[in-house]
């Protein structure tokens, strides 16, 4: 067969949100409770923050710590997470090059959603089971360079979030097993070459998958205290007080503004508006192509640019405290992030990632559970929960901030473009699950 033919059954890369539209009954539903919990959170919540990344938490038994911190627990699932690399591009070869090829199902299912999962269940998990990581550990963790320029941010991680969206978004063929092994092969390369030049701090400021795991991690109950200055102990608390904890460099926002862009454009890509609008006014491939791409850079701009004016949309601060606002109201952006990841993308998680297991290991007598999609109504419900619970996260999150950094004066005022905001991303996140 040809090596190049699209994968059918991710022809979308994981297909947008076409599968089960929320009904219009349930998008008003979740509307208006989004509506009532802000006006309700601005006008009647604290007055006062409560929400602080150094609050001690519930400390786990400390042999927890011990058996996490432990070199053998690290190096086991480093090397069990390098095999399970090592065992997906051997399957992606000897597989056959068609539907039943299970690396589309790694890279758009396991690698994007089911690290996002993980991550919000266990921590930024990606730091341990990074095969670059391992790699780099195992040649001795050397830096040819001097180090990883502070300038730089979060920016060569936005990028590589961007080549990975793009690819599934907007590319000419996104189930294409040549596409997706070029794209992870680039991915590879440039990691591994940025590790060794600038040392571990590349992996953690500019591989996209340990950046985003890292984003997903701050709405987890666990997280580290630090002792004596240290980074200490595991301990379980509100995740509210780990939000606050993400950290504010450059390019922050434009880290979120991808990945809460790219999603809104998939479920946007799926209308049947859109598909007709591409295909009257398209005569070839690239065109659409471009267009798509164009799509897809107006979606994350004007998530960056909305958030960035309502954050700054405040009085009592100076100049140089306005430019920061949006990086230090960034992290609440996560929960909005994460409430729609789920809500599109969860049917495909349990039931493409079902399918995928299958594929990687020849279990061909299992079978496929789609617990989801033979329960719509159940379904559609949690897609309205998830996008109304991470508004109302978002909004908590963004108000108990705006409590810390604005003047007594403007605590209300100032944080009232927000608010609207923060409406407008879900309803229209709504719309276009129901549009969808």
């Known amino acids: 067969m ?6 059918a059954v991710l022809a979308h890369g994981l297909g947008g949100s076409t599968d089960l539209p929320i009904p219009l009954a349930y998008a008003l539903i979740g509307a208006a409770w989004a509506l009532t919990f802000t006006f309700a959170v601005v006008a009647l919540a604290w007055r006062k923050p409560r929400f602080d990344p150094d609050k001690p938490g519930h400390a786990l038994p400390r042999w927890v710590t011990a ?5 053998v627990t690290r190096w086991a699932v480093a090397l069990a997470a390098l095999l399970f690399a090592a065992w997906v591009a051997i399957a992606s070869v000897i597989a056959p090059q068609d539907a039943d090829n299970p690396l589309p199902g790694v890279f758009y299912v396991l690698m994007w959603v ?5 991550s919000l269940a266990v921590g930024p998990v990606w730091r341990v089971v990074s095969p670059v990581r391992t790699v780099h550990r195992l040649l001795g963790r050397r830096s040819l360079g001097r180090g990883y320029p502070q300038s730089w941010g979060y920016w060569p991680a936005v990028g590589g979030l961007f080549a990975f969206v793009w690819l599934e978004l907007a590319s000419p063929n996104p189930g294409s097993l040549v596409a ?9 390369a440039v990691t591994l070459a940025g590790a060794l030049w600038c040392g571990e701090r590349w992996c953690a400021r500019a591989d996209p998958f340990e950046v ?7 709405l987890s109950p666990f997280r580290r205290i630090k002792e004596g200055g240290q980074i200490g102990s595991i301990v379980v608390g509100n995740p509210f007080d780990h939000l606050p904890s993400l950290p504010v460099r450059h390019g922050t926002l434009a880290v979120l503004a991808v990945l809460l862009g790219s999603t809104a454009f998939d479920s946007f890509s799926a209308t049947p508006g859109w598909r007709n609008f591409v295909a009257d006014h398209t005569a070839s491939a690239l065109t659409a192509t471009l267009m ?4 897809l850079l107006v979606f994350t701009a004007v998530v960056a640019g909305t958030f960035g004016l309502a954050a700054r949309a405040t009085g009592g601060v ?6 920061k606002l949006p990086g230090l109201m960034a992290h609440s952006l996560i929960p909005i992030v994460i ?3 789920f809500a599109h993308y969860l049917t495909y998680l349990v039931e493409r990632g079902q399918q995928t297991i299958i594929l990687l290991f020849g279990l061909h007598d299992a079978e496929v559970s789609y617990v989801l999609s033979q329960h719509p109504s159940v379904l559609a419900t949690v897609k309205v929960g998830c996008v109304v619970a991470g508004h109302i996260a978002g909004v908590v999150a963004a108000h108990d901030r705006a409590l810390r950094l604005l003047p007594a004066g403007h605590q209300l005022t100032g944080q009232l473009a927000m608010m609207l905001v923060m409406v407008g991303y879900t309803f229209t996140g709504l719309y276009l699950l129901f549009g969808g």
Do not use: C, E, H, M
């Not at 798509?292 to 799509?295: D, E, F, L, S, W």
């Not at 100076?318 to 430019?323: G, K, L, Y």
């Open 2 to 7: 040809n090596p190049d033919r699209s994968v």
């Open 67 to 71: 058996v996490v911190d432990a070199p």
């Open 114 to 118: 089911g690290l996002v999962a993980v």
């Open 180 to 188: 997706i092994k070029v794209w992870l092969l680039s991915y590879l």
């Open 212 to 218: 985003y795991s890292v984003v997903a991690s701050r």
């Open 292 to 295: 798509r791409t164009a799509g």
């Open 318 to 323: 100076d100049r140089q405290q306005r430019r």
């Open 339 to 341: 409430g729609y990841v």
